[in-house]
């Protein structure tokens, strides 16, 4: 039960102290360094989330029009 309660905010805060932790110990960077990399992994994460259904909105949009529209049409 445990498990499954946490699943959302790990999904949300894996990128970013994944790059933090990553950046501290294996590139071997101080901490500012490390925290600018981590906002940047959950910064990319957060605009995946919005920009990636957008598209897929917009070629479902599309294809919806082109299908409607017939063949003959441009």
Known sequence: MGSTVCIPWGVIIGPFLGAVLGELLFAGKKAPEAFKAGFGAFLGF??????????????IFCFIKALIAGPDSP
Do not use: A, D, R, T
């Open 46 to 59: 957060i605009l995946g989330m919005i920009f990636k259904p957008s598209v897929c909105g917009w070629f």
